[in-house]
């Protein structure tokens, strides 16, 4: 949807969604064009979290508009093809990457997104399924 609106909105809420992703910066890109402000809670790769080493997620990189981001990479061992992954609208995926929190700092900035607060209340870093942090970034 979001390749092709000219819709423009006051407000963006993307919760949930980033770390299923194949390109999670490809996706703020285009949030980019559509608002100048963006709500975000997302999963988060830290090399030295615990939790995503017992999940097995993999340090990588991703490229996009010729930039380095980085990250891991997550395979889920049902291939994408369970009944949870059917029925979600991001798509059906082999693998997603998990950004680093930096990374995705650094992604939101270059695409106009200059200010940007965490919340660290609902930010935790040693949540059950991985590190989590919730931001709210605007363009003024």
């Known amino acids: 949807y979001l390749k092709k609106s000219n819709d423009k909105y006051d407000f963006v809420l993307c919760s949930g969604i980033l770390y299923h992703l194949i390109n999670p910066i490809e996706l703020i890109h285009l949030i980019?064009?559509?608002?100048?402000?963006?709500?975000?809670?997302?999963?988060?790769?830290?090399?030295?979290?615990?939790?995503?080493?017992?999940?097995?997620?993999?340090?990588?990189?991703i490229k996009y508009d010729q930039e380095v981001?980085?990250?891991?990479?997550?395979?889920?061992?049902?291939?994408?093809?369970?009944?949870?992954?059917?029925?979600?609208?991001g798509g059906k995926f082999k693998i997603s990457f998990w950004i680093d929190e930096n990374d995705l700092y650094k992604g939101l900035k270059k695409y106009g997104f200059i200010n940007i607060k965490k919340n660290n209340e609902l930010s935790d870093y040693n949540h059950e399924a991985g590190p989590c942090i919730s931001i709210f970034a605007s363009k003024k």
């Open 32 to 61: 980019s064009k559509v608002t100048d402000n963006v709500f975000i809670w997302t999963h988060v790769f830290d090399k030295n979290s615990e939790i995503l080493k017992k999940r097995n997620i993999v340090q990588s990189e």
């Open 69 to 89: 981001y980085k990250g891991g990479h997550n395979q889920y061992s049902d291939n994408g093809q369970s009944k949870l992954e059917s029925i979600y609208c």
